[in-house]
């Protein structure tokens, strides 16, 4: 079977290289020397690198020059191969289609090669499937990550982006760029969750994370965002029901056990499964999944589905990567992996993380803070957003001291019933200010919702049932 490979488009290019001087830094972030199916073309490309690397013109004289330094103008075929290639590309005016036509061959190439390498260890006696697929995919991953490679820009084209964005966000109903959160007090600081930024919602064990980050996925899809979520932690049939909770006003206990329904409560039930399932939002609860297989989910579900946004709950549940030894460097690793995907793939990426004890080993009012993250530094430094929850209801139940100092709680300079309470603050905000926003938790529910009364609320119409401690939901 003959290779993938345009031996013409790879002459052209070699030419135009030594035709005009300028042109490798048009084509230098698009291709390299492995793209090139012919052994002499790749040599002599790079050498034009090398050349154009160390601030040389990469004439054809000095190429010849400097293949003559490295005993390899022979190998190419002497100077009237190289006066055959000038004369054989007329200019240089189409040299960056010529390198994507290169790149788009070289990868049908590497795919035959990963293919071809699959089926050999697949034939081999004692081989696992499991060791075949993650070296499958992470080859995969490394190839697109290759062929995404962002071009560069100059001055003027850079402002042409940025004037686009400023007319696009003008000439729509949107009020900014970013995904909104649905919190308007959220949303003035943050102006929305970017795409191709990486976001993280942090606390410790208890305080809300996966319930918001359902409320967030949920208000997105409202807008008209396409979300998805990796649950390495709850399945989907949990997430479906908290979403009819939520939706409803019927507790989650009551969902979940036979406790008697209301004559009204069915059709709020079939109401709200109706609304969620028209909504853009797509789900995955496979909790044995790796940062790889995280990168390809998110690579399918954008080619699929158009995803703008994806949530990983937790972070600190992705597979670990067996040649990464220490707990610290491996989520260092998940994180830059987190950071690479939401920009090669075009999406936000919001991870869900776990803080340290530390808030509980400070005392006072427990409220956590950016060194709470969880094993690494790294979070902190990847991230674009850091949004931390802090929940003062949960303390009272463990704090006798607490609970008796703190009947009332000040959020962004205003007093708010600890009972409810809920706040997120902005620990980390790239593009903008950080600070804090009030929200009114209902943990019967597992919902968020502003103090400010702009979301409805929905009380449920059932028996006297007490409702579910707070506590005791797995959130």
Request: proline letters at 4%; a neutral charge.
């Amino acid at each position: 079977m003959t290779s993938p490979s345009s031996p013409d488009v790879e002459r052209a290019l070699i030419g135009a290289l030594m035709l005009d001087p300028k042109a490798y830094v048009r084509v230098h972030d698009i291709i390299d020397e492995t793209c090139l199916f012919n052994g002499k073309y790749a040599t002599l490309f790079r050498v034009i690198k090398d050349t154009c690397l160390r601030g040389e013109s990469s004439d054809i004289v000095t190429i010849s020059d400097n293949l003559r330094k490295i005993n390899k103008l022979d190998y190419v075929g002497g100077n009237v191969a190289l006066a055959e290639l000038v004369e054989y590309s007329p200019s240089s005016a189409n040299i960056e289609h010529y390198a994507k036509v290169i790149r788009e061959k070289s990868n049908l190439r590497r795919i035959v090669t990963l293919t071809s390498d699959a089926k050999q260890k697949a034939e081999t006696s004692g081989a696992k499937s499991d060791d075949i697929i993650r070296d499958h995919q992470r080859a995969l991953v490394g190839m697109m990550s290759h062929s995404q490679k962002s071009p560069s820009l100059n001055a003027s084209e850079m402002m042409t982006l940025a004037s686009k964005s400023i007319h696009d966000v003008r000439s729509s109903k949107r009020s900014y760029d970013g995904i909104p959160t649905g919190f308007g007090h959220l949303d003035d600081l943050l102006l929305g969750l970017r795409i191709r930024e990486l976001s993280y919602i942090a606390a410790r064990p208890s305080q809300g994370k996966s319930a918001f980050a359902i409320k967030l996925a949920k208000n997105a899809a409202m807008a008209g965002w396409k979300v998805g979520t990796l649950s390495l932690e709850m399945t989907n049939s949990d997430i479906g029901m908290r979403l009819i909770s939520e939706g409803t006003g019927i507790p989650l206990n009551v969902l979940r056990t036979r406790t008697p329904l209301g004559k009204a409560d069915f059709p709020r039930i079939e109401s709200s499964r109706g609304i969620i399932s028209s909504l853009p939002m797509f789900f995955d609860d496979n909790a044995n999944i790796t940062i790889d297989a995280i990168y390809m989910k998110a690579l399918q579900w954008k080619w699929e589905y158009g995803i703008d946004m994806l949530i990983v709950d937790h972070i600190g549940l992705i597979k670990p990567d067996e040649k990464i030894k220490g707990r610290t460097d491996q989520v260092s690793y998940w994180s830059q992996m987190l950071k690479v995907i939401a920009k090669d793939v075009g999406i936000h990426l919001c991870g869900i993380s776990q803080l340290s004890r530390k808030p509980e080993e400070r005392g006072g009012d427990y409220r956590p803070m950016m060194s709470d993250l969880r094993d690494s530094g790294g979070l902190e430094q990847d991230a674009d957003v850091v949004m931390m929850i802090w929940r003062p209801a949960y303390y009272c139940a463990i704090d006798k001291k607490f609970a008796k100092k703190y009947q009332a709680v000040e959020i962004a300079g205003k007093s708010y019933d600890v009972a409810t309470a809920v706040e997120v603050s902005v620990q980390k905000n790239r593009n903008g200010p950080t600070g804090c926003a009030a929200l009114r938790y209902d943990g019967s529910l597992t919902r968020f919702t502003e103090y400010d009364h702009s979301e409805p609320q929905q009380e449920a119409e059932v028996l006297d049932l007490e409702p579910a401690e707070e506590d005791d939901l797995p959130f």
